[in-house]
């Protein structure tokens, strides 16, 4: 039965993300801010219109305990004409209304034009007049108002009175409501060129991002070439050049895959060859089978030099192929002398011996040399000399085998240490051809080069020289 999968959900991109966070934060610090400057302006209002009150209240309370009519300088009679009096001196604001009020009189007005006329609505003034507290806030036809009350009262029975002051605040609060929504749009307006802003910004920053994955979409196994451009110094430019330096393995990776395979097909496919036709020819003869046997052991056994050459090849590109540590060149160049001197029956000559203690890989650089001291065995016959010898420098340490054999015609110098060049002729050699190739992987895995020096009839020398740095950060390590 067939099963059904269901369709994943698209991710966000990080463009629109990053705008959405950014929108976010200036959305909410606008309206926090707005909140924030509302219940301020809101609680600056009451402040002032507590204060005004307050300061009315204070400044009658100063006359009626002077008791003296600042105008004509004689004092008052009765509460009403003190009320009065003060009634008259006052400038008051357009959101504000005063009154004195008298039992006998009832309420005194300015004659001006007031937001409401308190006197005349005694569903307001009274509850005023009769609250015990001296002040509050009272809805009317015009909007909230608070007020405050001064009580007077004279030395005769039923000489009292009061004075009473409203503020409106309304149209403040109006006022407050217009800045608010100013805020509001100037926030908006923000929100809206942030969000402009952030869609560009972003883009430009996450352009390395697309194009590392479109890069990572369109690299197969047969194209690793793709690169990014790398500009600036931040850390997507850190990003694009680490996915950069990973295709640079990856290339390497598999070119060495591809030249591995390669290699192992075009070589093993001889020796194979002959297995399968000595195999098939293979018949009841003693003497032929045994032939037959002894020809293809020695074909597996040069197949399995050819593999084991590869595999070598193949791991001189990987970084941990070679091991530097301080090594005594004197001795090494001894032991060198001492195993080479099996490999033939050759007049072996210690031609040099450096001195001092270098950075190598002795292993390696064994290898390589034991290496060269075959290929010389290969090309000199019995009893022929062959040289080798070390030199330290303050910059290189250098190891060569030098012998007195047909040499190299120019035209093959280089050719000669690429994979599978055996030479202009068979000669003595013998192998894959692999052998030059792995002194030269060796050598430049330590940083360093082989040399030949070679005329036709007159031999060759063949020497490896490696820098003398450290294997930190390329500084130089002093020879001691």
């Known amino acids: 039965m067939p099963t059904t999968t269901e369709p994943r959900m698209r991710a966000v991109p990080a463009r629109v993300r990053i705008m959405g966070w950014l929108l976010l934060l200036v959305a909410v610090v606008t309206v926090s801010t707005t909140l924030v400057t509302y219940n301020l302006l809101l609680r600056e209002v009451d402040s002032d219109v507590n ?177 990014i451009p790398v500009d600036g110094r931040d850390d997507v430019a850190a990003l694009a050049e680490q996915f950069n330096a990973m295709l640079d393995r990856l290339d390497l990776a598999f070119a060495t895959q591809r030249r591995f395979l390669d290699d192992a097909g075009h070589e093993l496919r001889t020796p194979i060859t002959i297995v399968l036709g000595h195999l098939e020819l293979l018949d009841d003869d003693p003497v032929a ?59 072996w000559r210690l031609e040099a011996l450096g001195e001092g203690q270098v950075p190598l890989d002795e292993q390696r650089t064994t290898q390589a040399v034991v290496q060269l001291a075959q290929n010389a065995v290969q090309h000199t016959e019995d009893g022929d000399e062959i040289l080798i010898g070390s030199a330290v420098t303050e910059d290189t340490v250098s190891f060569w085998v030098a012998d007195h ?50 005329a036709p009839g007159h031999g060759a020398r063949f020497t490896i020289e490696i820098p003398v740095h450290s294997a930190e950060g390329g500084t130089p390590w002093p020879v001691s």
């Open 51 to 227: 204060a005004a009150l307050e300061q009315e209240a204070a400044e009658l309370g100063q006359v009626l305990a002077e008791g003296v009519d600042r105008a004509t300088g004689q004092p008052f009679p009765d509460v009403r004409s003190a009320l009065s009096a003060h009634l008259r001196r006052q400038y008051v604001d357009d959101d504000e209304v005063v009154l004195a009020w008298t039992p006998s009189s009832g309420p005194i007005l300015q004659d001006r034009e007031e937001p409401f006329r308190l006197g005349e609505s005694p569903a307001v003034l009274d509850p005023i007049l009769a609250d015990p507290a001296r002040s509050g806030s009272v809805e009317t036809p015009a909007g909230e108002m608070r007020w405050i009350r001064v009580d007077a009262s004279g030395t005769r029975e039923g000489d009292r009175g009061s004075f009473v002051v409203g503020y409106f605040v309304d149209r403040d609060r109006a006022e407050i409501a217009t800045t608010v929504r100013t805020l509001l749009f100037v926030g908006l307006l923000g929100l809206v060129l942030a969000g402009a802003a952030a869609w560009l910004v972003a883009g430009q920053i996450l352009a390395p991002v697309r194009l590392v994955r479109r890069a990572a979409a369109e690299i197969t196994e047969h194209d690793l070439t793709r690169r």
């Open 289 to 347: 089978r045994a032939e037959a046997i002894r020809l293809c052991v020695d074909e597996l056994d040069r197949m399995n030099r050819i593999v084991g050459d590869l595999l070598l090849l193949a791991k001189a590109e990987q970084p941990d192929f070679v091991t530097l540590a301080p090594t005594d060149v004197t001795e090494l160049t001894s032991d060198l002398y001492a195993k080479v001197r099996t490999i033939g029956d050759r007049r």
């Open 405 to 454: 054999g047909p040499g190299v015609p120019r035209e093959d110098a280089e050719k000669i240490f690429q994979r599978f060049n055996r030479g202009p002729s068979g000669g003595h050699r013998s192998g894959a051809g692999l052998g030059l190739a792995i002194v030269c992987a060796i050598a430049e895995a330590q940083h360093g080069l082989v040399r030949l020096e070679s």
